[in-house]
């Protein structure tokens, strides 16, 4: 969906667990890599190519509804440089109006990067 110039892409998981998805990654990755498979491919390159989300972009804005302050164990490895946005609206009242007001508040925000 493309609003204006902002490209969202509506990413739920139901039963989706962060930390199992990173260690069968990370598994995956090593056995990939014990084995010779791919000499030439980074080790973030190959972890990410194991993960569910693999081919879709990182999020630049994770919105998180319901007024909790934490990621739940969503998207650990994709959302290190997203911008974290917390509504105080459980999903089924966030509406159109709540996400103008996400992405507005994103507009204002300094991409870092990790840095400082």
Request: net charge negative; glycine share 8%; charged share 25%.
């Amino acid at each position: 969906i493309v609003k204006g110039e902002i490209n969202i892409e509506d990413t739920q998981k139901s039963k989706y667990e962060g930390t199992n998805e990173n260690n069968v990654a990370a598994e995956k990755s090593i056995q990939t890599k014990e084995n010779n498979c791919k000499p030439n491919v980074s080790a973030e390159d190959m972890f990410d190519q194991y993960l569910c989300t693999n081919g879709v972009p990182d999020p630049d804005l994770l919105i998180r509804t319901g007024g909790q302050q934490r990621l739940s164990n969503f998207l650990l490895w994709n959302v290190a440089y997203s911008e974290l946005f917390f509504s105080p609206f459980l999903w089924p009242e966030f509406n159109e109006k709540q996400l103008d007001g996400a992405i507005e508040w994103f507009r204002g925000s300094q991409r870092r990067y990790g840095g400082r």
